[in-house]
Nanobody, 115 residues
Framework: QVQLVESGGGLVQPGGSLRLSCAAS????????MGWYRQAPGKQRDLVAS????????NYADSVKGRFTISRDSAKKTVYLQMNSLKPEDTAVYYC????????WGQGTQVTVSS
């Protein structure tokens, strides 16, 4: 059974940084394209960043381009999202999954950007 566990969220001031982690159990992520998604209250869940299985190619939503960086450590079965220059509009629950989505959603990690 695949289980995705997201962590690293928290409360941060505008302009601050956070690093999210996504760990997978029951699955080797090495050959899977992965993505980070987010869902703000009252809004749909959107893809914000993706990375190929090799890690050689990444893509970002326009709203986070230049501020967020997705990376992966296949040996550790972990995918990361480095978030810099955070804005209040980045406030959301962040999830990882395959890209496209392959498994049930995990619990996510809450990111709140507020002064």
């Amino acid at each position: 059974q695949v289980q995705l566990v997201e962590s690293g969220g928290g409360l941060v001031q505008p302009g601050g940084s956070l690093r999210l982690s996504c760990a997978a159990s029951g699955l080797n992520l090495r050959f899977i394209n992965m993505g980070w998604y987010r869902q703000a209250p009252g809004k749909q869940r959107d893809l914000v960043a993706s990375i190929t299985a090799s890690g050689g190619s990444t893509n970002y939503a326009d709203s986070v381009k230049g501020r967020f960086t997705i990376s992966r450590d296949s040996a550790k079965k972990t995918v990361y999202l480095q978030m810099n220059s955070l804005k209040p509009e980045d406030t959301a629950v962040y999830y990882c999954n395959g890209e496209p989505r392959l498994w049930p959603w995990g619990q996510g990690t809450q990111v709140t950007v507020s002064s």
